[in-house]
């Protein structure tokens, strides 16, 4: 991380910066949710104060349950950050072993099994999410789930081609040579050199998550009211948004800024993490 702020700092990349700043921000809101709002403030019915306009009581106004919209901004970001990173982790974590097994042993199983993610990605991501938490039924475990399953066969085929190639390279060979099992070779010498691969899609694959969930939950699909999420919100206050403007606004634009936050993020970490390029940043191990 360090050495990826120093080289932010020393190019000048300012949108990556500003981009990491919103996340460190949002992650802050994230993780000290319980500490700033109550849990009964944000998901509590307060008809009086349904669809209050920001003021001093509601600096961004309440919804048309009379529920704090910042408190529920702070937890939407707590809801959405936990899918989209348990996701991503597990998708990368399944895509990484099944494209990694099926790039080192190149046989008729990785054939049928790379064949198998090629007919699941032939389907769009969303349809094959949307099959998913109909089967499992809604909820935010379900969500999780159902992105990270889908989001499998594309890691998996993004992560085996690498790993083809390097299994051939000499440092491989040559520590076949001294005795190394396959495993070994696999997750001690193979893997850890397309860590750059793994940090930089996973970083772009928490945006494609985020909206995803957030396209899911605006659809039912999500967390069941009154758990906050950006995306049920705009759903559920859309009817309001010529009248009131700012219940949809709100979550609205907290979405739209950490989308691009994190796809700023993203470009930075490609920039940094790409051997082809003229600046010190991690390289392939040759």
């Given amino acids: 991380m360090l050495a990826f702020l120093r080289f932010l700092l020393g190019t000048r990349r300012h949108m990556a910066l500003l981009g990491l700043a919103v996340i460190a921000v949002f992650l802050a809101a994230a993780l000290l949710a319980p500490l700033l709002y109550s849990w009964p403030s944000a998901t509590l019915v307060n008809l009086g104060h349904a669809l209050a306009r920001p003021s001093l009581a509601f600096p961004l106004g309440a919804d048309e349950m009379g529920r704090d919209m910042i408190a529920r901004l702070v937890w939407g970001a707590r809801m959405s950050l936990i899918v989209a990173g348990a996701s991503v982790g597990v998708a990368l974590l399944l895509g990484l072993l099944i494209g ?7 046989n008729r199983a990785s054939f049928i099994t790379m064949r ?5 990605i032939s389907f769009p991501r969303i349809l094959v999410a949307i099959m998913l938490i109909t089967i499992l039924g809604p909820g935010a475990t379900s969500l999780t789930l159902a992105i990270a399953i889908s989001s499998v066969p594309v890691f998996a085929r993004l992560f085996r081609g690498p790993i083809l190639s390097l299994k051939s390279r000499d440092f491989v060979l ?19 050199n397309i860590s750059a691969l793994i940090i930089v899609q996973g970083s772009i694959s928490l945006a494609e998550a985020v909206l995803i969930a957030s396209g899911l939950s605006f659809l039912g699909l999500g967390p069941q009211p009154p758990v906050p999420e950006w995306g049920a919100m705009i759903a559920q206050s859309r009817a309001h948004l010529l009248s009131t403007p700012h219940v949809v606004l709100v ?19 490609r920039d940094f993490a790409d051997p082809k390029s003229g600046h010190a940043g991690p390289r392939v191990a040759s």
Wanted: glycine residues 14%; hydrophobic residues 55%; charged residues 15%.
């Fill in 116 to 120: 198998a993610m090629d007919a699941i």
């Fill in 100 to 106: 990694g097994l099926c790039g080192y042993y190149d």
């Fill in 251 to 269: 979550p609205g634009i907290a979405l739209f800024v950490l989308v691009l936050a994190l796809n700023l993020v993203g470009d930075g970490l």
């Fill in 174 to 192: 040559a520590s076949r040579s001294l005795g190394a099992g396959d495993m070994r070779l696999l997750f001690r010498h193979v893997m850890p």
